[in-house]
């Protein structure tokens, strides 16, 4: 459910905020989809991490489909700050920052959610997913018209599929339609590197692994060796590090979560605890 949304407009060295139309912004998106976002969450409504990483993504997709939008971190971190204290009081929230590219330079719509994060069953017991057969046109740019595609795939999950991992069509898996996907075998981690989205999340789990030394390889895997999988889970910024103990109705290793991705899960945990940053600018805090 959408909370809020707001135009953010750059006059100043400040953006100028109005409160718009959440229905607006979503019917723009579906409609045009020519369009960069990113996704976070809050923490204690006022915490964030690796922020700056999500507004450079923001930058950097939109760049790779050739549209040069520039952006203030501290005004777009006082922008928000400001938003967020404006908004229906909730533990937490999802937040959309979006530039349109056929907006005037310097826009950027900002749009919050409603916060749903899995249960402790979820975290506990894992979830099932399903595989699809599906790709990213433009694969390392977070774009909005690939929205509205996993949206009607969403709309198609049957019974308690929790998430569907995309694959191509030789059966090479990549990523969730709304997160990064990885296999353990053989105690090593494999996560598709081509062809995937590297969310920011993923960029932590990376540094968990690489503190832990926890082995892994940026591959992917084949949806032939599902019934060699020792472990999966998948990862993104509202749900943190989820279990996965099924995949195309196959039990994964013993249909628990493993030592591996317990490990991992208590690393992100760990590492998030580190680095919590408000979202105000530093100078602000």
Known sequence: MVLASWKAVYQNAAYVLSAIDAQWVLQHIQNNGHSAYTTLRTFNKSYVYRLSEHFKRLEYSAKLMGIHSQYDEDALRLALHHILLDCVERADYLIRVYFMFDEPYGTIYVQIHE???????DYFNGV????????????????????????????????????????????????????NFYVVKLSKVFTAEHGVLGGIVRGLILDVMDKEKIPYTLASVSDTQINDFEEAFI?????????????????????????????????YTEQLLREFETILPQSSD
């Open 128 to 179: 099932k997913c399903m595989t699809c057969t599906l790709q990213r046109n433009s694969p390392k740019a977070k774009l909005t018209r690939f929205m509205k595609m996993a949206e009607k795939i969403r709309d198609g999950f049957a019974g308690d599929i929790y998430e569907a991992i995309m694959k191509t069509e030789q059966g090479e898996l990549l990523e969730g339609i709304s997160s």
């Open 115 to 121: 916060l749903t994060t899995p249960t402790k069953q």
């Open 235 to 267: 990862t993104s910024s509202s749900r943190g590090v989820v279990p996965v103990t099924e995949l195309d109705g196959i039990k994964i290793g013993n249909g628990k979560p493993g030592p591996v991705t317990k490990a991992i899960m208590d690393g």
